[in-house]
């Protein structure tokens, strides 16, 4: 029997997916000109580099929540926009496609 099977993962989870994900929405509404690629496979890619260069935040209970939203403001979300920023760059310069 798996873990899955016998324990309920459903509010186990990565805060920083939230960040990044609303980080990539705040650089894409600002986008007037229409700079980045906005296919789905650039920003799952943009997604994906921006995770893997900031520290997971899981959490798993109310308190947990609380302290998630406490991340917002702090040195933790700079980190977030900051791979955010890179992840932008370096797909932009190297998308998935022609």
């Not at 520290?55 to 700079?78: D, I, K, M, N």
Request: aromatic share 8%; with cysteine; charged share 35%.
């Amino acid at each position: 029997m798996s873990l899955k099977d016998q324990y309920n993962f459903e509010f186990l989870t990565n805060e920083a997916e939230r960040l990044v994900l609303d980080e990539l929405k705040r650089r894409f509404d600002e986008d007037k000109e229409e700079k980045i690629c906005k296919c789905e496979d650039c920003v799952l890619d943009m997604a994906a580099y921006a995770l893997n260069h900031v520290r997971p935040a899981y959490r798993a209970s109310l308190l947990g929540t609380l302290y998630a939203h406490a991340l917002e403001g702090s040195e933790y979300q700079a980190d977030v926009k900051k791979a955010v920023d890179q992840a932008i760059e370096i797909v932009s310069k190297n998308p998935s496609h022609e």
